[in-house]
């Protein structure tokens, strides 16, 4: 820091009025402090800052005028302005009457030996203000930021995961840019990707000719009659079509191949996706293990499942079954015979709800990719509730307690049989005393009253009470 080298020579005709205009001129805030650091007068060079009050502070400590964090500040400005180093400055922060703080910059020093402190101000508004604005600025940027990956990751799995064979193209020199995994499959290129070659080398020397006279036909209208074209690795026909949009980056073209053998996008099969898609019944294509390849919307219900990614891959029996033997026995008799109707089961979800379904299955050996089709519809509504019928209404025969298998534990079933057979030895002993309970009771060595509670609990209670019962 930088002082005056004569003072005594050039300022010592300065008056007391002079240096208050001085200090007024040179500073936004001054105060004049007594050795308590309580305010005795009080210099605003600036608008803003005498709209805030500070005219009142006069015969107030200046540790009362700020904020607490920056008490222990206004403290250190005090004790250094007794000593004869240079005056640090030090951000301090005044509460204001409008809401917030008013930050100012201030510095202290002790004039004379016994005379007072002086503490000059700088305000700190306009820079705030600034940063401020840079911060708000940095958070839009960030939320733009953001907006654009969401939107680019929205981008990329629909490219990726879209049936129809996309590719992006340079327009001046053809060259592919991207092309999503359905254009790989259909070119027959394999691990040999097309991305970053010319695009008619993916075709025959005839259709390259198409491609090239398609593509000069876009560049310059903008739009194409769709051509004919027929692959060089795979030998099949396409019907391809491409379209022209801009960048920052320059001209771009969008290509799009249909196939027209009909063995990946044809109508048909695009009518029979569209048909498995809005089933009311679940359908799920699995590999022979029971893995998923395809779920459609129903099945996705069922289970209580937001995507068709999130069942993708995993094993059918995270879902299906009272226990995960049920698909075993599904795969088993798949092999074996090929087809399976009507197999009663349940369907967990992943909120842990279950579904009384039938599933009707076929297995589909042949072809490219051997796999498993599962139609699974929900019968819930045409069953008694289980609950229902275990706690009020006993089965009545050996099928119904078979029923019973997999759906409750065993020891709840051996408690069900007991109780059928209480019940069928109660009913037998009323026919054979023609419905007298007295005589039903000794004939089974019950008290009445412990047969009367086996009649209630039975829901036999409603019978008429004979004379002697």
């Not at 027959?188 to 008619?200: D, E, L, Q, W, Y």
């Not at 289970?303 to 795969?331: C, F, H, P, T, Y």
Request: net charge negative.
């Amino acid at each position: 820091m930088k002082q005056f080298v004569s003072p005594r020579r050039y300022l010592k005709n300065v008056d007391a009025d002079a240096a208050a205009r001085l200090i007024g001129c040179a500073a936004d805030v001054a105060l004049v402090l007594d050795r308590d650091g309580v305010i005795r007068d009080v210099s605003v060079g600036s608008d803003d800052l005498d709209a805030e009050g500070y005219g009142r502070w006069v015969g107030q400590p200046w540790i009362d005028t700020v904020t607490v964090e920056s008490r222990p500040k206004v403290e250190a400005l005090l004790s250094e302005a007794a000593t004869d180093s240079t005056p640090p400055w030090r951000h301090i922060n005044h509460p204001s009457p409008a809401g917030g703080d008013v930050p100012v910059l201030y510095s202290a020093l002790k004039v004379g030996k016994g005379g007072p402190v002086i503490a000059v101000g700088r305000s700190l508004r306009a820079a705030s203000i600034l940063q401020q604005r840079l911060v708000e600025a940095q958070q839009s940027l960030e939320r733009d930021y953001a907006r654009m990956r969401q939107a680019e990751t929205r981008y990329r799995l629909l490219f990726q995961t879209s049936a129809e064979a996309v590719l992006v193209l340079d327009a001046a020199s053809t060259i592919v840019l991207e092309a999503n995994p359905a254009a790989l499959r259909m070119l027959g290129n394999g691990a040999h990707s097309i991305v970053g070659r010319p695009f008619a080398e993916a075709f025959d020397e005839r259709s390259a000719d198409k491609v090239s006279t398609l593509v000069s036909t876009v560049r310059a209208t903008g739009s194409a009659e769709d051509e004919r074209v027929q692959s060089a690795r795979a030998q099949r026909e396409f019907r391809l079509s491409a379209s022209l949009f801009r960048t920052e980056t320059g001209a771009h073209l969008l290509a799009r191949l249909a196939a027209l053998d009909g063995a990946t996008t044809g109508a048909p099969d695009s009518s029979l996706a569209r048909a498995i898609e809005l089933l009311p019944d679940g359908f799920v294509l699995t590999e022979l293990d029971g893995r998923v390849l395809m779920a459609n919307r129903a099945f996705l219900d069922l289970v209580q499942v937001a995507a068709e990614d999130q069942v993708r891959g995993k094993a059918l029996d995270e879902w299906l079954g009272r226990s995960r033997v049920d698909l075993n026995v599904l795969i088993a008799n798949l092999k074996q015979h090929g087809a399976v109707r009507l197999f009663a089961t349940t369907l967990r979800s992943g909120l842990g709800a279950e579904t009384e379904v039938e599933i009707s299955a076929v297995s589909v050996p042949e072809g490219e990719a051997p796999c498993l089709a599962f139609s699974i519809r929900s019968v819930g509504r045409r069953l008694a509730p289980l609950a229902a019928r275990v706690g009020h209404e006993l089965p009545r025969s050996v099928d119904q307690l078979t029923e019973l298998i997999g759906r409750v534990p065993l020891k709840d079933i051996v408690r069900e049989t007991a109780d059928v057979i209480e019940r069928l030895c109660i009913e037998a002993a009323l026919k054979l005393t023609g419905d007298n309970r007295a005589s039903a009771a000794e004939m089974l060595g019950l008290s009445r009253q412990s047969l009367y509670v086996k009649l209630h609990r039975y829901g036999m209670g409603e019978r008429e009470h004979d004379p002697a019962g």
